[in-house]
């Protein structure tokens, strides 16, 4: 009998109460970080209390998305089966116009085509119907 293969689907990110506005802004096309409502710092993900100035207040505000490669690492190894047709993919840490730094995926380069200090700019990809993920491209890339 004939082995059947299964497609294993990527997880999907839960929505947490602390992550809602940042998943709906994903979701709308928008781009959003927490921005501490004491010092002003932005930051991501989400957390209680500001690491600069122990604020316990923030809001969601939304940044340009673009910025540019900070750091990347090659992964070779497959962590999860939704990603075996992906494997080596890059992941990337984008810092961000605004200062902050943003993990993701740089879209339309093969890993090793990357290099620190490339302009990038935010692309969304939609896994459902209620969660779309931030992924970045080369900044004017179609």
Known sequence: MPEISKQIAKPIPSITPDMREFYEGAKAGRLMVQKCDGCGALRFPAYEICAKCNSIKSKWVQVSGRGEVYSF???????????????????????????????SNLLGLKPHQI????????????????????????????
């Open 73 to 103: 690492n090659i992964m070779h190894q497959l962590y999860h089966p939704g990603f075996a047709s992906e494997v080596p993919y890059a992941v990337v840490v984008v810092e961000l116009e605004e200062g902050c730094k943003f993990v």
């Open 115 to 142: 290099k620190c200090g490339m302009p990038v700019e935010v692309v969304f990809e939609k896994l459902s119907e209620d969660v779309s993920l931030p992924k970045f491209r080369l900044r004017g890339a179609n």
